[in-house]
Nanobody, 130 residues
Framework: QVQLVESGGGLVQAGGSLSLSCAAS????????MAWFRQAPGKERKFVAA????????VYASSVQGRFTISRDNAKNTVDLQMTSLKPDDTAVYFC???????????????????????WGRGTQVTVSP
């Protein structure tokens, strides 16, 4: 089992920045690719970004490319999401997820779907006001 706990959500104005963090515990953190997904009210959960076991490979949704940065610290068992130039459309609950399969180059379709991931956090709310 892997336990994931997100933190760092909140309310920010459009154009602002926010950082999310996910703390992992349980099994060996370096054996899991990590990702962030988000879910707006009434909508399906969507892929945001993912990072490989080593941190050397990252992939992003086109909607956040250039604005968001995913990173991990394997010594601290954390994965972060730095978000800049935030837009109201970024408003959602953000979830951290862990996948026992590493990210391929290029990333396989499963990387972008929630069904690929083995463990999930409970989420943290991000609200971007106009």
């Amino acid at each position: 089992q892997v336990q994931l706990v997100e933190s760092g959500g909140g309310l920010v104005q459009a154009g602002g920045s926010l950082s999310l963090s996910c703390a992992a515990s349980g099994r060996t953190f370096t054996n899991y690719a990590m990702a962030w997904f988000r879910q707006a009210p009434g909508k399906e959960r969507k892929f945001v970004a993912a990072i490989s076991w080593s941190g050397g490979n990252t992939v992003y949704a086109s909607s956040v490319q250039g604005r968001f940065t995913i990173s991990r610290d394997n010594a601290k068992n954390t994965v972060d999401l730095q978000m800049t130039s935030l837009k109201p459309d970024d408003t959602a609950v953000y979830f951290c997820a862990a996948d026992s399969l590493d990210i391929a180059t290029p990333a396989e379709p499963g990387t972008f779907t929630p069904f690929e991931y083995d463990y999930w956090g409970r989420g943290t709310q991000v609200t971007v006001s106009p």
